[in-house]
């Protein structure tokens, strides 16, 4: 599949945020993909990129980020950045302002997502080896907050780092490898939340 093709695909979706589709065309999903997979880079697919995770598909990507409410200026919150492909859709969202910051458990991951942000120029995001279900207190609160592997539970942790008016979307596991998207609004001390269907997603890693 062509990239403008997947374009076309998100639209007809429900993918209606023209900066998010503008953020799809602009960042190279090849580059965050195993060379063997590279192929397969512009279909809406999710593809392995090893270690026993994956890259979400592309519609997934979009989905979570216009749950998400993203804009430019935000200080956002990643939790498992993966291949950094989600980050870097993200990053052109908020037109390369804000803060973004972006967790990795796994060592050999986090080595891999962090060469491919590099490589391909998006140097401005702040990719951190760690355990991301304990969030990041130290630069808290967060405008935004995305979590990109199914939890058992929502952490927490990071209820109590979404700032004002924050947002956390978090896929949460329900049984039989299906998560439901989960969206949360922090209004004071009150959380809404609203749920947006079933998707799979690899397990969140905590220590």
Do not use: C
């Not at 993909?33 to 593809?47: G, H, K, M, S």
């Not at 052109?92 to 972006?102: D, F, P």
Request: aromatic share 8%; proline share 6%; hydrophobic share 35%.
């Amino acid at each position: 599949m062509e990239k403008d093709t997947l374009i076309r695909l998100l639209e007809r979706e429900g993918i209606h945020e023209r900066r998010i589709l503008d953020a799809i065309d602009k960042v190279p999903r090849e580059e965050f993909v195993p060379p063997d997979q590279r192929q397969y880079a512009y279909e809406n697919i999710p593809l392995e990129i090893g270690w026993g995770q994956t890259i979400s598909q592309p519609y997934t990507v979009a989905f979570m980020i216009q749950l998400l409410e993203l804009m430019p200026g935000h200080k956002v919150l990643e939790v498992g950045g993966g291949s950094g492909y989600n980050a870097a859709v993200m990053w052109e969202v908020m037109n390369h302002t804000g803060e973004l910051y972006s967790m990795e458990i796994h060592p050999e991951v986090y080595r891999m997502g962090k060469a491919n942000l590099e490589r391909t120029g998006y140097t401005d995001i702040r990719f951190i080896l760690g355990d991301g279900s304990k969030g990041l207190p130290e630069e808290a609160p967060f405008d935004r907050i995305i979590v990109t592997a199914a939890a058992e539970e929502t952490p927490s942790t990071l209820l109590s780092q979404l700032g004002e008016e924050g947002i956390l979307v978090i896929p949460v596991h329900v049984g039989g490898g299906t998560s439901v998207m989960t969206r949360i609004q922090r209004g004071g001390d009150e959380f809404h939340t609203t749920t947006h269907g079933y998707f799979r997603f690899v397990p969140l890693v905590t220590r």
